[in-house]
């Protein structure tokens, strides 16, 4: 069993940044890839980032690429999410999961879940 807890949200302007931090429990943090999703009101949980077991290989949305930068330290069993210039349609519920799978963008195939940390951009 792995728990996700992520923490980092909060009230920016936009044009700022934020870094989200998702702290794992378990001895087994490198065995899975780790992505970010998110998921603003009315609307659908969305793909944000994903990053492959070793750090090695990472993947992002059309809409972050350039912006957001994901990264994971598996000696402290955390993944980040580093995210700059900052735009209001990045205001939703950020999420880390965790996957036994090499690397996937559906978040059907993921396996554990944090609780989710809010992030809101002001224009």
């Known amino acids: 069993q792995v728990q996700l807890v992520e923490s980092g949200g909060g009230l920016v302007q936009a044009g700022g940044s934020l870094r989200l931090s998702c702290a794992a429990s378990?001895?087994?943090?490198?065995?899975?890839?780790m992505g970010w999703f998110r998921q603003a009101p009315g609307k659908e949980r969305e793909f944000v980032a994903v990053?492959?077991?070793?750090?090695?290989?990472?993947y992002y949305t059309d809409s972050v690429r350039g912006r957001c930068t994901i990264s994971r330290d598996n000696a402290k069993n955390t993944v980040y999410l580093q995210m700059n210039s900052l735009k209001p349609e990045d205001t939703a519920v950020y999420y880390c999961?965790?996957?036994?799978?090499?690397?996937?963008?559906?978040?059907?195939?993921?396996?554990?879940w944090g609780q989710g940390t809010q992030v809101t951009v002001s224009s």
């Open positions: 378990g001895r087994t943090f490198s065995s899975y890839a």
């Open positions: 990053i492959s077991r070793s750090g090695g290989s990472t």
């Open positions: 999961a965790g996957t036994r799978n090499p690397w996937s963008t559906d978040g059907a195939e993921y396996d554990y």
